[in-house]
């Protein structure tokens, strides 16, 4: 159930710049929304019940995983991606600006959780 191009049949090519803009916004991820973008419907709705089901925990967990995936296949520069069911060729000019936000979303996570450490810490003291 893959979205494609009406000429060649072949699967439309997708902006890795959406993909990673996607699992850095709250809730994105972990609601499907990654993988419907990707033209992965049936693991998409998958994910979003299983999301709604768990009560966001299985969301969260399958979205952290498919994050970690995204990041990483940013990060190695890749023009495609095939892992764990998130299958999709990306289009070549923004594969440079992915590396950037997946760095960008790296930092973002990091600073979140030192921030969260010394607040929990602050608030023993």
């Not at 090519?13 to 992965?40: A, I």
């Amino acid at each position: 159930a893959e979205s494609s191009t009406a000429a060649t049949g072949a699967p439309a090519k997708r902006s890795k710049v959406v993909l990673v803009v996607l699992e850095m916004l709250p809730l994105c991820g972990p609601l499907g929304l990654d993988r419907l973008y990707l033209g992965n419907f049936v693991t998409g709705i998958a994910k979003l019940a299983i999301c709604v089901g768990t009560c966001l925990i299985g969301g969260f967990v399958w979205g952290l995983l498919d994050a970690v995936l995204v990041i990483l296949n940013a990060l190695g520069r890749k023009s495609s991606i095939d892992s764990l069911g998130m299958v999709a060729e990306f289009e070549e000019d923004g594969i440079e600006t992915s590396v950037t936000l997946a760095v960008i979303a790296i930092l973002v996570q990091v600073l979140q959780c030192c921030i969260g450490q010394r607040l929990v810490f602050m608030a023993k003291v």
